[in-house]
Structures are given as C-alpha cells and as structure tokens.
C-alpha cells in the first residue's frame, strides 16, 4: 500500500526553479505537521522544510532559507515544496513524511539534479 508519492524532479540549471509535490494518504496527511528531507549521494538524510498541520508554521534549514517554500493542500492532501535560486548543492533525491519520528514508510523520493 503505496502511502507517499513524490513528484516533480528532474534536471534543471543552476539559478532554476522546480516545484515538488507529495501525495499522502489520510492516515499521514491529517493532523501531522509535515516535512521534505533530502539525501545526497553519500550523505545522511537531512530535513529540508516542515510545515504544521494548519500552515501556521514553516521551518527551513539555513542552506535553503528565502529560495524554498514548503506549502500543503489539506483537501487534496498534498504537500509542494518550490525550490527557487536552485545551486548545485541542491542536487539530492527529495523525499516527504511526517515531519518526525516516527516515520511512516518512505517513498521512492524524487530526483533532483541541478546541474549545467
């Protein structure tokens, strides 16, 4: 039973913009503040952005503040993540779920490469 289902990647040049989308289902989506996370080749994964259950909060990590916004859809229960000024840094497989622990099963992620 395929619960998270992430969007959007793809390969875009340094200074693009791409926008990611997540579809959860119910049992995740409702009432749970939110999160994308990103892993690089040969890194840890690392929580990008969360968002709470009504959008009241946004949280960034430092490397992405002013170019991410992490935004949701609570009737389509989906969350998006647009990623603006795009570096080479950026370059990672995006994933979504709860924002913490614990996790439901992840998603296959989806690619994002930044590159010229």
């Known amino acids: 039973q395929v619960q998270l289902v992430e969007s959007g990647g793809g390969l875009v040049q340094p200074g693009g913009s791409l926008r990611l989308s997540c579809a959860a289902s119910?049992?995740?989506?409702?009432?749970?503040?939110m999160g994308w996370f990103r892993q690089a080749p040969g890194k840890e994964r690392e929580l990008v952005a969360t968002?709470?259950?009504?959008?009241?909060?946004?949280n960034y990590v430092d490397s992405v503040k002013g170019r991410f916004t992490i935004s949701r859809d609570n009737v389509k229960m989906t969350v998006y993540l647009q990623m603006n000024s795009l570096k080479p840094e950026d370059t990672a497989v995006y994933y979504c779920?709860?924002?913490?622990?614990?996790?439901?099963?992840w998603g296959q992620g989806t690619q994002v490469t930044v590159s010229s």
């Open positions: 968002i709470s259950s009504g959008s009241t909060t946004k």
């Open positions: 779920n709860k924002n913490a622990a614990p996790f439901a099963s």
């Open positions: 119910r049992s995740i989506f409702m009432f749970n503040a």
